[in-house]
């Protein structure tokens, strides 16, 4: 199992404040006025659009940001050993086929930058 960050509790308030910007922007443009000073049609239908952008940004970030979470190793992940063919890595389990091997056996992995020996691991 990849552990996993999650983003911290303040960058995502940060983010939904633009959803609930988008909140007012729809209930400013649709809400019960007097009838005298409502903006035009066209004007509460632009205005809608970018109101579903601002909660689509707003509250999309913050909840994928909490589905998902970000891995520890930036995003790369080593691919299976076993599915391939090739020496897997000790340390991270990456597929090292096709690495360069010193004629002493060893391997540098292309993932996680450390070094062993084909012939002791």
């Given amino acids: 199992m990849k552990p996993t960050l999650k983003p911290p509790l303040f ?7 633009f959803g609930f910007i988008g909140i007012a922007l729809l209930v400013f443009l649709w809400g019960s006025g007097d009838g005298f000073h409502d903006p035009p049609l066209v004007f509460k239908v632009f ?12 509250f999309g970030a913050p909840i ?22 090739g020496y897997a890595c000790p340390n991270c389990g990456a597929n090292v086929k096709n690495a360069e091997v010193s004629p002493s056996g060893d391997v540098k992995c292309p993932y996680c930058i450390g070094w062993w020996n084909i012939h002791r691991g």
């Fill in 11 to 17: 960058v995502m308030v940060f983010f939904s404040i």
């Fill in 47 to 58: 205005g809608s659009f970018i109101a579903l952008g601002f909660m689509a940004v707003g």
């Fill in 64 to 85: 994928s940001a909490m589905k998902k979470g970000k891995e520890v190793d930036g995003g790369r992940t080593p691919p299976n050993p076993e599915a391939s063919g």
